[in-house]
């Protein structure tokens, strides 16, 4: 994909934009007012290969320290340019600009109040006063920025729209356009142009649609800014990294994207070489076809957990695919089995035996079409894979509830398969590429709504890949996108060089579970932290996970400070909010119900919390 043309913004020495290759960029998360600290982290984060370094700012104190911050670095010889991050206080984003190369505000809190998540009514001329009020602080601020050379950030949350946004827009990608368009209609009027966008949430889906919506509406007005991606709250470890490639590379792959971050909830010079190989890994496509735009209405894709490395389809196979003894058995065959919420809808396998017979009549086992008549002796759901061209050539409709015919490189989508697919309406179309590439599937499934073709997709990746982080972010950054948009039945990852036989059956539950089509697990999201939250986040996280993963309907939030804290876990059902100096405050969904929790305290009573609300089981 030819990626998106926009302005170029000097930045200190370097400069964003589409001319130039995609920054990478990270967060301290340590105290403002502590320069020693905060200049061996950035030296951290730039050795890494971070180009960019943001610091917090709460205040106006911590913004003038950004000046000994910024003169330290130049002494010890980095000239990576900084860039403050500030929210609630215009006074500070002031300061900020006169010390540093970049300052990010936020439009959800730089002139609008905090949000309460109250309706409020405006007549049209009290909102446009409101919007005259912006214009004016926002202009006096851009007079510093353009005196001292400094570029600005419109960083847009889902978490911090303000109450003024949500009450006319709703707290939604739309929301999040407008609150961002106010402000970049000023820098337009104002002839400011140093400007890079943000547009994040913690949902990959309302941050891919948001970010997608205001490319159109810049492209209404006439604006080409360049844009900041990243998905906030993303956590930590393989949950955080695969949904934070399910996000940014959904849109890097769309040609969208100048500068990022991985936000994980571990040290911040740990984010660089994930954003590193994510930026590679979405940069190799080489395809000069544009994908025509499709609408998607697969809400609830199946999973095709491919064990045919697997010689003996024992207990212990089964097991792994949370499969269990039911409390119910056969009187002809014995022992059934049940599966768990992690277990798959379909499974493919080249081994048979008499595991198959015990399985579930929700379960769909797939095997290479010339052992159809085996399998069925051990299974009489059993049904075929078999490659399109054999499949064209079929005299007679094949015995089961439906087959799968895989689609390879090179195989023509053309209209004998396209009148052979509408005569075998329960055929399901395998997918499979020789290198998995969104674009591709993207034209794939283009090609088979040009000629009308209406039957299931799978799409299969398979990656000949022993390293798994490339892997899990390529698969991610890849196949992501196709879920979010809700474009196919189902995902089947082979993954031969990794030596976990269910990897890809894991893999393939955190794709999803990312996209916020399914949910597998408890799913926590949390922020990276920076210098305004005042507890020990890392640790914290884990604990939670530790006490609270079991409890796998739920969504819990695990945050900083009140910044995105509050709005971010808008649909979580729990959250953990720090509130400073070692203090917590505890949520049911936007509710504030414990306020000031000790911290030492704070995990017993977020479970005590979870079961007074009937959500508790051991």
Same mark, same amino acid.
């Given at each position: ?80 340019? @900084? ?13 900020? !600009?006169?010390?540093?190369?970049? &300052? ?19 007549? *049209? ?23 001292? /050379?400094? !570029? ?88 955080? $990294? ?41 940069? @190799?496509?080489?395809?000069? !076809? ?29 097991? /792994? ?44 086992? &797939? ?24 499949? #064209? ?46 674009? +591709? ?15 299931? #997709?799978?799409? $299969?990746?398979? @990656? ?9 972010? %390529? ?8 879920? +979010?948009?809700?474009? &196919?039945?189902?995902? %089947? ?6 030596? *976990? ?15 916020? &089509? ?12 920076? /210098? ?10 884990? $604990? ?27 649909? !979580? ?14 949520? $049911? ?26 959500? %508790?089981?051991?």
């Amino acid at each position: 994909m030819k990626r998106r043309s926009t302005k170029q913004v000097k930045v200190g020495e370097i400069y964003i934009g589409s001319e130039y290759p995609v920054l990478v960029q990270s967060m301290l998360n340590t105290d403002t007012m502590n320069t020693e600290a905060c200049v061996e982290q950035a030296i951290r984060i730039i050795e890494a290969g971070g180009k960019l370094v943001r610091i917090t700012a709460p205040g106006v104190k911590e913004a003038k320290n950004l000046e000994n911050i910024h003169a330290e670095l130049r002494r010890r010889g980095y000239t990576t340019p @900084l860039s403050a991050d500030i929210h609630f206080n215009p006074e500070a984003a002031i300061e900020a !600009a006169k010390h540093v190369e970049k &300052v990010r505000i936020n439009p959800g809190n730089f002139v609008d109040k905090r949000a309460t998540f109250k309706t409020l009514t405006y007549t *049209d001329e009290e909102y446009a006063a409101e919007l005259e009020r912006l214009r004016e602080k926002f202009t006096a601020f851009l007079d510093v920025c353009r005196e001292y /050379g400094t !570029a600005v950030r419109i960083g847009t949350n889902h978490g911090s729209l303000s109450d003024r946004i949500m009450s006319r827009y709703g707290n939604t990608p739309a929301g999040m356009v407008e609150a961002t368009m106010e402000y970049l209609r000023v820098c337009r009027d104002e002839k400011f142009d140093d400007v890079v966008i943000s547009l994040k949430s913690s949902d990959c889906r309302v941050m891919v649609e948001a970010v997608r919506l205001l490319v159109k509406e810049m492209e209404k007005e006439g604006m080409n800014y360049p844009l900041h991606l990243g998905v906030t709250e993303a956590g930590e470890g393989e949950d955080g $990294r695969v949904r934070s490639a399910v996000g940014i590379g959904t849109l890097l792959n769309e040609g969208l994207g100048d500068t990022i971050r991985v936000s994980l909830t571990e040290e911040p010079e740990q984010e660089i070489p994930v954003a590193n190989l994510l930026n590679e890994i979405c940069c @190799l496509q080489d395809v000069k !076809a544009e994908p025509r735009h499709l609408e998607g209405h697969c809400s609830h894709p199946v999973i095709v957990a491919d064990i045919s490395k697997v010689e003996c389809l024992d207990e212990a196979v089964m097991a /792994g695919l949370d499969f269990h003894v039911a409390t119910e058995n056969d009187p002809v065959y014995g022992d059934m089995l049940q599966g768990g919420m992690r277990a798959p809808e379909m499974i493919y396998t080249e081994a048979l035996g008499p595991e198959l017979t015990k399985l579930p009549d929700s379960v769909t086992v &797939v095997v290479p079409f010339d052992s159809l008549d085996i399998a069925h002796v051990y299974n009489r759901k059993a049904v075929a894979l078999m490659d399109a061209k054999d499949f #064209v050539r079929l005299s007679k409709t094949v015995e089961g509830d439906c087959i799968l015919v895989e689609i390879h490189d090179g195989e023509m989508i053309d209209a004998d398969l396209a009148r052979k697919l509408e005569q075998e309406k329960n055929a399901i179309v395998v997918l499979n590429p020789d290198v998995p590439s969104c674009t +591709l599937f993207r034209l794939y499934l283009g090609e088979l709504e040009r000629l009308g073709i209406m039957n299931r #997709v799978i799409v $299969r990746a398979v @990656l000949n890949e022993p390293d798994v982080n490339r892997l899990s972010l %390529w698969m991610a950054a890849h196949l992501g996108g196709l879920f +979010l948009d809700r474009l &196919v039945y189902g995902l %089947w990852l082979s993954c031969p060089d990794i030596p *976990d036989r269910f990897y890809g059956v894991h893999l393939s539950q955190d794709i999803l579970q990312s996209a916020g &089509v399914r949910r597998y697990k408890t799913e926590f999201i949390s922020c990276p932290g920076c /210098g305004r939250t005042l507890y020990n986040l890392q640790e914290s996280v884990a $604990r939670v996970k530790k006490t609270f993963a079991h409890l796998s309907r739920l969504k819990i939030a695990v945050m900083g400070c009140i910044v995105n804290g509050p709005g971010e876990m808008g649909d !979580a059902d729990y959250g953990y909010v720090g509130a400073g100096n070692g203090k917590v405050n505890l949520f $049911r969904g936007k509710e504030m119900v414990r306020v000031a929790v000790p911290e030492e305290e704070a995990i017993e009573a977020l479970k005590q919390l979870i079961k007074e609300n009937g959500d %508790w089981n051991e």
